[in-house]
């Protein structure tokens, strides 16, 4: 059976192709107009999470995660400077996202690197009646699309105005190339005067530059169905293809808990959330969500994720039994059915069995849950001097240094063996 996966567009679960594919993957990342908050962590960690996962099953996966280096959001956070900002922002992004553990996706486009590309789609669409131009911004004509609405499911007469302009033919149409203004810092060349593109252009145009006219999944946050993914859908079909078939949206992470804003203010930076969870905690904390729901971020979920993880690593510091027969279809089964990993979590939770548990884990960069620390060596001589104590019934003394050993973050367990030293 092969992998399916829900599908914006029709509503449906739709199959990949089967093995090995290729599976082509376009999933829109991030404006860099600041740094990034753990939320707009969540598209990468599960594009990564999927690319691994295609891999594990056999496919040539590619993943195509774009930096949105050109927007009118840059432009105002940073008036006089913006290719600056977002220069250093985009290092950060990098950063940040580095340090999860998962490695990078296999290209990183930046809008910036790619307007001659951008200006020769827009070309093309002005040729086919697509698109006409208008004091110096170009737009697109949506009364010309009649599957326009569908990925966002509007009714093409009800369809939200975008970007008020009264010299447009349609408030419906929506801008492909926007003239230079004053305060803007950046801009070029083009047939229709200096200006630079529109942000739904750069995402069709960097995709398509990548993966081919047409490929398999296009992602991104439920967010930007509409109007960005609706916008990058109808320009793209207008050229006569097809574009992306599955269109898989991912659930909004909220941050729930009242005592964090107030302490950190509205969001929380993925710097910040992996300096303070570690990037094990906030893995977990992804993987027992399902990645089309939304997910909450707060200080009792990243208890409950820090808890899986201390019940993963228990499991290596006991002896592996053997899993039961078909322990691993389970998993995999779980995972191809809409990339369902809360429950492919609660199978691995039932696993004893090291190797297949550690052969899981790798899916996701967890391996590390399996390297057992090894405790300093002077808390192994607190241990052994607790273990003469018991044995010469000085009970107290034992107490203390118990309690001296769990000060310094470990715990001693009395196994049949003698001791065994457990981060707590
Ligand atoms: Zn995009």
Redesign the pocket.
């Known amino acids: 059976m092969s992998i399916r996966l829900y599908n914006t567009l029709t509503r449906r679960l739709d199959p990949l192709p089967e093995p090995p594919g290729p599976v082509r993957m376009y999933i829109?990342g991030p404006t860099v107009n600041a740094r990034a908050h753990i939320g707009n962590a969540r598209p990468f960690v599960i594009g990564m999470w999927l690319r691994s996962w295609l891999r594990a099953r056999g496919y040539e996966a590619v993943f195509v995660h774009?930096i949105?280096d050109i927007n009118d959001k840059i432009y105002e956070a940073a008036p006089g400077a913006s290719a600056e900002l977002a220069e250093r922002v985009t290092q950060w992004y990098l950063e940040d996202t580095g340090a999860f553990g998962l490695g990078m996706p296999d290209h990183l486009p930046r809008a910036s690197d790619t307007v001659p590309q951008i200006i020769c789609f827009i070309e093309q669409l002005i040729e086919r009646g697509y698109a006409y131009a208008v004091d110096g911004d170009v737009y697109f004509r949506v009364a010309l699309d009649p599957g326009y609405g569908q990925l966002s499911g509007q009714r093409p007469d009800q369809v939200e105005e975008q970007e008020p302009n009264p010299l447009k033919e349609d408030p419906r149409d929506f801008a492909l190339w926007k003239a230079n203004k004053p305060d803007e810092d950046t801009w070029w060349e083009s047939p229709w005067g200096r200006g630079r593109p529109g942000?739904h252009i750069?995402?069709s145009v960097m995709a398509e530059e990548l993966l081919g006219t047409e490929f398999e999944i296009h992602g991104?946050g439920l967010d930007?169905v509409f109007p960005?993914h609706e916008n990058?859908l109808a320009q793209s079909r207008a050229l006569g293809h097809d574009f992306a078939h599955i269109w898989a949206h991912n659930g909004i992470l909220r941050f729930t808990d009242e005592k964090m804003s107030k302490s950190l203010g509205n969001v929380v930076t993925t710097d910040v959330a992996l300096e303070q969870s570690g990037r094990e905690t906030l893995l977990l904390l992804f993987l027992g969500a399902h990645w089309r729901k939304p997910m909450d971020f707060s200080e009792d979920t990243l208890t409950q994720a820090a808890a899986r993880g201390d019940r993963l690593r228990e499991v290596f510091r006991n002896e592996s039994e053997p899993a039961e027969a078909g322990a691993w279809d389970r998993f995999s089964g779980a995972l191809d059915d809409d990339f369902n990993t809360p429950e492919a979590l609660a199978v691995m939770h039932e696993w004893r069995d090291h190797d297949l548990l550690r052969r899981a884990l790798a899916v996701f960069g967890l391996e590390s849950l399996a390297e057992s620390e090894e405790a300093p060596q002077e808390l192994l001589q607190l241990a052994e001097r607790r273990q003469d104590a018991r044995s010469n019934g000085d009970f107290a003394e034992a107490d203390r240094l118990r309690a001296e050993i769990g000060d310094a973050g470990w715990e001693v367990r009395d196994v049949p063996e003698g001791f065994r030293l457990v981060r707590k």
Request: charged content about 20%.
């Open positions: 829109c774009n949105t942000w750069e995402c991104g930007l960005h990058e």
